[in-house]
């Protein structure tokens, strides 16, 4: 119940904030949004990377279960 109470006051006073301060509020957006477009890019670029390391790393992995499935099928008919 508290939490519920807790959470009421926060929005009322949060939505009075930024009606009061809605100047200060456009220029904090201003300046985080592209910060959080660059921090957001960042990540992208390095999931991409860790993407196609995963997928080089499952092709040798593919490679080398060829090889030795090849390996073991001539020695079998040996």
Known sequence: MGALIGGIVAVIVG????VKWWAL???GLQAAVPFFIL???VIAIAAGISDIKDRIEEQKEKEKAQQEEKIQTDSEQK
């Open 15 to 18: 939505i009075l904030g930024i």
């Open 25 to 27: 509020f456009v220029k």
């Open 39 to 41: 921090l957001v890019g």
